[in-house]
């Protein structure tokens, strides 16, 4: 059922070009980890980039690290092999998405600490996320995982960051 839904996408010249940007900017999740960066400089969204950064190194551990190696999905473009692929075929296998994890996970640190901001990144997350799908790289239980798994990492980079913060404030000065 999965793969149908993939293949019935409506795909054209121009959205190729749009979702192929769009998941390159997100591999990796460097976009997200420069924009933590970013974030970091500034004494009003540092605690959203530290959740940024914090988040994605939970994203890479859990979800790239440990869950794809455990669940060991094919690929959709390995079972069907007929489709014309716009990207070179990926040798990780497919759950959870960690494009859209990283992304989500961004969103979500950033929502917490700046609402509106956040909405946009949340926008952005769920346009990366579905370039996954248009490129017929990931199934959508997979981008569905990636998402949740994203959320999870960034509200505990956020909550990680606090708990540091705090315990650093309380320690004793030498």
């Not at 924009?35 to 994605?56: D, E, P, S, W, Y």
């Not at 690929?75 to 990207?87: A, I, K, M, S």
Request: charged share 15%; glycine share 8%; net charge positive.
């Amino acid at each position: 059922m999965e793969l149908t839904i993939l293949q019935n996408i409506p795909r054209s010249g121009f959205f190729d070009s749009v979702f192929l940007f769009l998941s390159k900017i997100g591999t990796y999740g460097l976009v997200w980890l420069a924009a933590g960066i970013v974030l970091l400089f500034f004494k009003q969204t540092r605690r959203a980039g530290a959740g940024v950064l914090i988040g994605c190194v939970g994203v890479l551990l859990f979800g790239e690290l440990l869950l794809k190696h455990v669940v060991t999905r094919v690929r959709p473009c390995e079972v069907d092999q007929t489709f014309r692929l716009l990207v070179e075929r990926p040798t990780s296998s497919s759950f959870p998405s960690t494009h859209s994890a990283f992304a989500f996970a961004a969103a979500t640190a950033i929502f917490m600490n700046h609402k509106k901001s956040g909405i946009a990144v949340f926008v952005a997350a769920l346009l990366v996320s579905f370039s996954r799908l248009y490129l017929f790289l990931h199934y959508p239980t997979d981008v569905l995982a990636g998402a949740a798994l994203g959320v999870i990492m960034g509200i505990a980079g956020v909550k990680i960051y606090d708990f540091a913060r705090k315990k650093l404030q309380k320690a004793p000065q030498t």
